[in-house]
């Protein structure tokens, strides 16, 4: 008895290092030469595809003549000049379903009229040397660990940490960490529509997202927990009942920890609270509850309670370029009853990482299944799917993915979150052409004193 229990202990211990060496190993010197090579020094494939729809990456979107942070409200758009290639609805869904998700496809299904318009392909995102050198060095060096696949991000520099990636949990890192401006401040709008059709202004919120990594300045990570990778402050100005109010979220490399740190200031109490419960599958209530805390941006938070399958490489028609959405159309522009105008909405085709998650037998969440598509060369979630558990697509979340090309990296700030069992759907910080609302990026945090970062400095500042 005494041998079969050594025995099986010995195969229970080799299975855990083998799974620990599946999960830490970082690619071999030899791999990662591809980088620069057949691929981009980002991980993208470096080629265009057979028939040419998606180029060849020759460096991304470079500065528009014209852009001045300091008087736009918002970007100039690049790729005004662009007709539609062609068109997809009910009509013709059935030649392109290949190239679609299976959200995209629902939504045709479900809606009468919904359609998709696609332009030509402009792989536009762009990097900097500093992050580029960066990733070189992460190919053979970064890994991760903690005691759930995935937890931690350990040993990497401030570039993509898995541009040959592996895994699911790999491909998800990427995007917690894309390469973005390192502030972003905004002054926008957002708005429910109901089932039947009627929209409803979400709070109005000046707000930053920072992106510690990539600021030139250093200035935020001396203000931010240890390791954040991502975080921002939200300010509701409007309406008056929600004004004063602040939420305070930060996102690190650390999921043993629980992945993020998040406050939450109440002008009425004139405190701010550690809310370790915004996370996971707690609705938003400031968003009319018709998203989860941990899908905002695509996903954020821990991933413990999901296994993530890497699928492979898929060529898929996303939201891209999306300028129109989030800084040029106005608001009588933005809505029918059931979808976002597709008048607005640029659709091109892209490479995408494509991920299954499915949930742990012994996790909580109200959806029992995920599908993220996350674009090659950003890194970016494009759109995702979540199921509830008959299996049936609950959400679908589009994000408007916007490269930023004044400090390099992408805005994904923007997105459509449709649901497809109540029937309505949201689309958030948008509408920037309304007087008093901007969309503005910076690549230092230099010259930013009044972005309150700390919880202390969000109750100093704080008003009744």
Same mark, same amino acid.
């Given at each position: 008895?005494?041998?079969?229990?050594?025995?099986?202990?010995?195969?229970?211990?080799?299975?855990?290092?083998?799974?620990?060496?599946?999960?830490?190993?970082?690619?071999?010197?030899?791999?990662? #030469?591809?980088?620069?090579?057949?691929?981009?020094?980002?991980?993208?494939?470096?080629?265009?595809?057979?028939?040419?729809?998606?180029?060849?990456?020759?460096?991304?979107?470079?500065?528009?003549?014209?852009?001045?942070?300091?008087?736009?409200?918002?970007?100039?758009?690049?790729?005004?000049?662009?007709?539609?290639?062609?068109?997809?609805?009910?009509?013709?869904?059935?030649?392109?379903?290949?190239?679609?998700?299976?959200?995209?496809?629902? %939504?045709?299904?479900?809606?009468?009229?919904?359609?998709?318009?696609?332009?030509?392909?402009?792989?536009?995102?762009? $990097?900097?040397?500093?992050?580029?050198?960066?990733?070189?060095?992460?190919?053979?060096?970064?890994?991760?660990?903690?005691?759930?696949?995935?937890?931690?991000?350990?040993?990497?520099?401030?570039?993509?940490?898995?541009?040959?990636?592996?895994?699911?949990?790999?491909?998800?890192?990427?995007?917690?960490?894309?390469?973005?401006?390192?502030?972003?401040?905004?002054?926008?709008?957002?708005?429910?529509?109901?089932?039947?059709?009627?929209?409803?202004?979400?709070?109005?919120?000046?707000?930053?997202?920072?992106?510690?990594?990539?600021?030139?300045?250093?200035?935020?990570?001396?203000?931010?927990?240890?390791?954040?990778?991502?975080?921002?402050?939200?300010?509701?100005?409007?309406?008056?009942?929600?004004?004063?109010?602040?939420? %305070?979220?930060?996102?690190?490399? #650390?999921?043993?920890?629980?992945?993020? #740190?998040?406050?939450? $200031?109440?002008?009425?109490?004139?405190?701010?609270?550690?809310?370790?419960?915004?996370?996971?599958?707690?609705?938003?209530?400031?968003?009319?509850?018709?998203?989860?805390?941990?899908?905002?941006?695509?996903?954020?938070?821990?991933?413990?309670?999901?296994?993530?399958?890497?699928?492979?490489?898929?060529?898929?028609?996303?939201?891209?370029?999306?300028?129109?959405?989030?800084?040029?159309?106005?608001?009588?522009?933005?809505?029918?009853?059931?979808?976002?105008?597709?008048?607005?909405?640029?659709?091109?085709?892209?490479?995408?990482?494509?991920?299954?998650?499915?949930?742990?037998?012994?996790?909580?969440?109200?959806?029992?299944?995920?599908?993220?598509?996350?674009?090659?060369?950003?890194?970016?979630?494009?759109?995702?799917?979540?199921?509830?558990?008959?299996?049936?697509?609950?959400?679908?979340?589009?994000?408007?993915?916007?490269?930023?090309?004044?400090?390099?990296?992408?805005?994904?700030?923007?997105?459509?979150?449709?649901? %497809?069992? #109540?029937?309505?759907?949201?689309?958030?910080?948008?509408?920037?052409?309304?007087?008093?609302?901007?969309?503005?990026?910076?690549?230092?945090?230099?010259?930013?004193?009044?972005?309150?970062?700390?919880?202390?400095?969000?109750?100093?500042?704080?008003?009744?």
């Amino acid at each position: 008895m005494s041998s079969k229990k050594t025995v099986l202990s010995a195969v229970f211990a080799a299975g855990i290092s083998l799974c620990n060496a599946s999960v830490l190993a970082a690619v071999s010197a030899e791999e990662a #030469k591809q980088l620069g090579t057949t691929l981009t020094e980002f991980g993208a494939e470096k080629s265009g595809n057979k028939d040419g729809s998606i180029p060849a990456y020759t460096g991304g979107q470079g500065m528009v003549a014209g852009y001045d942070v300091k008087t736009m409200q918002g970007y100039i758009d690049p790729y005004k000049a662009d007709k539609p290639l062609y068109s997809i609805d009910a009509k013709n869904v059935a030649q392109y379903e290949a190239v679609l998700g299976a959200g995209t496809k629902a %939504l045709i299904k479900q809606h009468p009229g919904y359609r998709v318009d696609v332009y030509p392909t402009h792989r536009s995102a762009r $990097y900097t040397p500093e992050v580029l050198k960066a990733t070189s060095k992460n190919a053979t060096q970064a890994k991760l660990g903690g005691p759930v696949e995935g937890d931690n991000l350990e040993s990497y520099e401030k570039g993509v940490p898995f541009p040959i990636p592996k895994s699911g949990v790999e491909v998800l890192w990427n995007h917690a960490t894309r390469f973005a401006p390192a502030v972003t401040h905004r002054r926008d709008q957002g708005w429910v529509v109901d089932a039947s059709g009627v929209a409803t202004d979400l709070p109005t919120v000046d707000e930053y997202f920072v992106h510690p990594w990539f600021d030139k300045s250093g200035l935020i990570e001396k203000d931010v927990p240890k390791g954040t990778v991502f975080g921002f402050q939200a300010q509701l100005t409007a309406p008056p009942s929600s004004a004063g109010i602040v939420f %305070l979220n930060f996102y690190t490399d #650390k999921g043993e920890d629980g992945g993020q #740190k998040v406050w939450f $200031y109440t002008p009425g109490q004139r405190r701010v609270r550690m809310a370790p419960e915004f996370a996971y599958d707690v609705p938003i209530a400031s968003y009319g509850g018709i998203i989860l805390w941990d899908e905002i941006f695509g996903l954020v938070g821990r991933l413990d309670r999901f296994d993530y399958k890497l699928v492979g490489k898929k060529e898929i028609i996303v939201p891209y370029n999306a300028y129109q959405v989030t800084n040029i159309a106005t608001q009588d522009q933005y809505f029918t009853k059931k979808f976002v105008n597709p008048d607005i909405v640029r659709w091109e085709k892209h490479r995408v990482w494509v991920i299954d998650a499915t949930r742990k037998a012994s996790a909580r969440h109200i959806y029992s299944r995920r599908t993220f598509y996350v674009d090659e060369d950003s890194w970016a979630i494009a759109q995702s799917e979540h199921y509830d558990n008959a299996g049936n697509i609950y959400r679908v979340t589009q994000n408007m993915i916007t490269p930023t090309y004044d400090t390099g990296g992408v805005d994904i700030d923007s997105w459509a979150t449709y649901d %497809l069992i #109540k029937g309505n759907y949201m689309l958030i910080n948008v509408g920037v052409t309304k007087p008093g609302y901007f969309v503005k990026h910076y690549d230092s945090a230099a010259g930013f004193d009044h972005m309150n970062l700390t919880p202390q400095s969000v109750a100093a500042s704080g008003v009744r």
